[in-house]
């Protein structure tokens, strides 16, 4: 896949072995994550920050776990380029800045539909309307801390 600098839009691809809590243990079920805003004070000529969103994928992932999962964490990539798209020397356009609780029924719900798209969308029930995600996140603190489930992703005074 390359680097941000390789392909100039921003988003690198990773894997990982496992990921860890804070605290060095596994978390067994965790298939993947996206993070970071942007490269520290680069702005380009139009002052714009540069995006550099980093998607981690778990390494064993094969076939439909993989490409549900990419799918997932692509809508959350998604999600922050736009955001860091719409800053500038003024500051963001804080309308872009979603909460963990948006983003997540977001990327949920485009999941739910490549599940469909293979026919497993039974399977996956859980995720198959934004009711059904909403119980799913209260139920799995792990994907987004509940405390800060209707924060905004980023922070409100960039
Ligand atoms: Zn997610």
Excluded at 129 to 150: A, N, T, W
Aim: some cysteine.
């Amino acid at each position: 896949m390359g680097t941000s600098e390789d392909t100039n839009n921003g988003v690198t691809i990773s894997f990982v072995k496992n990921f860890r809590n804070n605290k060095g243990r596994v978390i067994p079920d965790k298939q993947g994550d996206t993070g970071g805003l942007s490269a520290a004070g680069q702005f380009t000529a139009n002052g714009k920050y540069v995006p550099d969103i980093q998607i981690r994928l778990k390494g064993t992932l094969t076939g439909d776990e993989l490409a549900a999962t990419l799918v997932h964490e692509g809508s959350h990539a998604v999600d922050r380029v736009a955001f860091v798209a719409g800053c500038g020397v003024s500051g963001c356009n804080q309308s872009l800045n979603l909460t963990g609780r948006q983003t997540e029924e977001r990327a949920y719900g485009v999941e739910y539909d490549y599940w469909q798209s293979v026919g497993l969308g039974g399977e996956h029930s859980y995720i198959s309307s934004q009711r059904q995600i909403d119980i799913f996140l209260g139920l799995h603190p792990e994907v987004c801390p509940l405390k800060y489930l209707d924060n905004p992703i980023f922070p409100p005074n960039l």
